[in-house]
């Protein structure tokens, strides 16, 4: 079994009806979704799930921003997890972020950055056991992990 890691669709991702194109950023990479759920964000989730930034200046815009309609929450599992995710996400700041990625390719400005990714393995598990539960993430092969792992 490869490494978890932790992806979110943000409400702009989902109202932009990008979740299609996001999700599918992942599948094509060679990522295997092992969990999804869309769902509302509570503020004391959000809160939870954003804890380190919490006494910044973006933390109560941030909050907002995420309760403030349906998100996407998945679990993807492969080689380097959340070090592949994160590149297929982009730099935080999609001004700043190269073409190619979710963020270069579909977002303007910081404040609304589309999908939120883990960034160490720790924040991984501590972000889907917010989210899911065991027996909501699942084992299964897919057919080209041979041709994507050579082995
Ligand atoms: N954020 C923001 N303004 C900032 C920095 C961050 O609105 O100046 C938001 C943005 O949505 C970002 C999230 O806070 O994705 C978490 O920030 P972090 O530095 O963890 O960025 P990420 O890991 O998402 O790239
Ligand atoms: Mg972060």
């Known amino acids: 079994m490869g ?3 932790f992806v979110l669709i943000k409400p702009d991702g989902v109202q932009r009806g990008l979740v299609g194109a996001i999700i ?3 599948e094509e990479r060679g990522l295997k979704l092992v969990g999804i759920q869309m ?3 509570s503020e004391e989730l959000a809160e939870s799930y954003y804890a380190e930034h919490r ?3 973006f933390f109560l815009p941030l909050v907002a921003y995420v309760t403030s309609g349906p998100v996407v929450a998945m679990v993807w599992e492969g080689p380097q997890a959340v070090e592949v995710a994160r590149g297929t996400i982009g730099a935080t700041d999609p001004a700043d972020a190269t073409p190619g990625t979710i963020r270069g390719d579909y977002g303007v400005d910081i404040s609304r950055n589309l999908v939120h990714g883990a960034d160490s393995e720790a924040s991984a598990r501590r972000e889907i056991g917010l989210f899911f539960r065991d027996e909501e993430i699942l ?3 897919r ?3 041979f041709w994507l792992r050579g082995s």
């Open 3 to 5: 490494s978890r890691t």
């Open 24 to 26: 599918r950023r992942f």
């Open 39 to 41: 769902r509302h964000v």
């Open 55 to 57: 006494g910044k200046d």
């Open 139 to 141: 084992s299964y092969t």
């Open 143 to 145: 057919i080209d992990e």
